[in-house]
């Protein structure tokens, strides 16, 4: 895609553990600031995406409240019960058709309200594992990560570092919840162990927040500052969790393929100059560095001890502090959309990498990253 | 704000035939259920594809029937593991019996394709390895139960 669509505005809020406003009003927030950031009043959106979950918010019709906070009263809006990068997709898509010419996407979740990891078994097949008591997000992550480092020679001291990467970079990042400058592979290894070889910070915080994306068509794009093209995109679904290799992220390294192609990468490696992905749990950084063709196969535990992926290498990932920093549910992955958008644009503040031109951003739903999507981001 | 640290413990089960989805996976996993009464494992397979589910399913991502029944081994391979740490999780047991570890192995049985988990028994954390192989430990008197499939051993 050549200057098709761009992103032209964004906002988030802090990540916290217990926020002391709603949903509702933390989505007004971020809307608001996202319109002001692009320069547009509230009648000049043509629709309104947002990503939400009926299970997450105890009800259905997780965004029936949340018309008017997300700027959509009396129009065009629909939602994703998926990662905010596929509201965002629906957004590009709904751009492209030609129809409408400006998208609010919104992503949202509060943990504080439906508590943790505990609504994940719903993801679980519900005749069977779902019956069986032993399966959540965090067990069955561990057995993806023994899966994956088993067959790839991964240590946990590798996972650890990935962690303590993440959360040394997200000490950088006003928003984060989870951050310390001090981590170091030592200190994630003594943290208490949830599922081996997954312990505590290994495995993203999960909390309160919302994030909001104003896209726009190349001809309104053109007409305002700064805008961050969407280059490319690609989104693949998995089979469940029994019927996959827990190894790989095959479906990654499947929409990986279409969005580089789109966007024209053909040598990821040197082209991408940051990558934002959407790390629930340390492993799959590694996991994902693979997928992106950032790394051959089965190389993700040797590039990561290159430190080709740290702040100051060739290739920072997560200079956020990613999603071992703050992982909201529904909003995770449009929020790695917004910080690589940030990188490109030079506002990331204390996290700022010189020089990025083009980034990578990624977003999964699922367990055991079922679905994921990336986009390739760049600047003018 | 207290209140959300406050659980409330319904007793009782979740019995399946209280369920009214017309979802052919119930039809298919009693009969898989009814089976194990005679300590036989009915497997699925695919005429499109080949892929032997276990438990059964009703469609494959071939766009096939999966419609052929198959008896499979009770033995098989551990292809991953988890156990757990010192970590309460709200409604999930975090250890096995007498305060041990509980460990959770993904395993392949022997002519089926897909995994399914299972509580490893007889065996430490450190036993355990992707690649091992296990053989699934009946109860004396199976009763046509998910729990029949609850553990295995190493073989
Ligand atoms: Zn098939």
């Given at each position: ?12 809020t802090p990540y916290e553990a217990d926020a002391e406003a709603s949903r509702e009003m933390q989505v007004l927030e971020v809307t608001k600031a996202a319109l002001a950031a692009a320069g547009l009043k509230r009648e000049q959106l043509d629709t309104v995406i947002t990503a939400n979950n009926d299970y ?228 799959e950084e590694l996991m994902a560095y693979e997928a992106l063709g950032l790394c051959a196969a089965g190389e993700g535990g040797a590039f990561f001890d290159s430190g080709t992926t740290s702040m100051d290498g060739s290739l920072p990932v997560n200079a956020s502090g990613g999603a071992l920093a703050a ?54 | ?155």
């Open positions: 895609m050549d200057k098709e669509v761009a992103i032209i505005g964004y906002a988030q997450l918010d105890g009800r259905t019709i997780s965004n029936m409240r949340l018309v008017e906070p997300s700027g959509a009263w009396q129009k065009n809006e629909s939602k994703v019960e998926m990662d905010g990068a596929y509201a965002a997709l629906y957004a590009l898509m709904r751009i492209l058709s030609g129809d409408h010419g400006i998208a609010m996407v919104v992503g949202e979740s509060q943990a504080s309200v439906y508590g943790g990891y505990i609504p994940g078994t719903m993801m679980l097949d519900p005749t069977f594992d779902r019956q069986r008591g032993l399966l959540n997000e965090v067990s069955a992550s561990a057995l993806q990560a023994r899966a994956y480092m088993n067959a790839c020679g991964v240590s946990e001291e590798q996972l650890a570092g990935v962690a303590a990467k993440n959360l040394a970079n997200a000490a950088k990042n006003p928003l984060a919840l989870r951050a310390d400058g001090k981590a170091d592979v030592k200190k994630v290894l003594s943290s208490r162990l949830l599922y081996s070889p997954i312990r505590e910070l290994m495995a993203s915080p999960l909390c309160d927040g919302a994030c909001a994306v104003v896209l726009a068509s190349g001809k309104v794009a053109a007409k305002s500052g700064n805008p961050v093209w969407i280059k490319g995109v690609g989104f693949s679904h998995d089979s469940y969790l029994s019927e996959r290799s827990l190894a790989e992220m095959s479906s990654l390294k499947d929409a990986a393929r279409r969005c580089y192609a789109m966007a024209g990468i053909e040598d990821p490696a040197s082209q991408l100059d940051l990558a934002e992905v959407h790390e629930c749990f340390a492993h992982n909201v549910a529904c909003a995770a992955g449009l929020a790695r959309i917004i910080e690589a958008a940030m990188q490109i644009r030079g506002e990331a503040g204390d996290h700022q990498v010189k020089g990025v031109r083009t980034a990578v951003a990624h977003g999964q739903t699922g367990i055991c990253a079922q679905e994921n999507i990336i986009y390739v981001l760049g600047g003018e | 704000m207290e209140y959300k640290n406050e659980t409330v413990s319904i007793e009782g089960g979740w019995p399946m035939e209280h369920w009214q989805w017309k979802f052919e996976s119930l039809a298919l996993i009693r009969k898989t259920l009814e089976a194990l009464r005679e300590k036989k494992l009915l497997g699925l397979k695919c005429p499109g594809c080949g892929l032997v589910y276990f438990m059964p399913k009703p469609y494959c991502r071939c766009l096939s029937i999966p419609d052929e029944w198959v008896e499979v081994k009770d033995t098989g391979t551990v292809t991953t593991y988890t156990f757990t740490g010192a970590w309460a999780y709200e409604g999930i047991a975090d250890e096995g019996p007498a305060g041990t570890p509980l460990i959770i192995v993904g395993i392949v049985l022997d002519g089926t394709d897909t995994m399914t988990v299972c509580t490893l028994s007889d065996a430490k954390p450190e036993d355990v390895s992707v690649g091992m192989r296990i053989r699934l430990q009946w109860p004396e008197n199976p009763e046509g139960k998910l729990e029949d499939l609850a553990y295995c051993v190493p073989l």
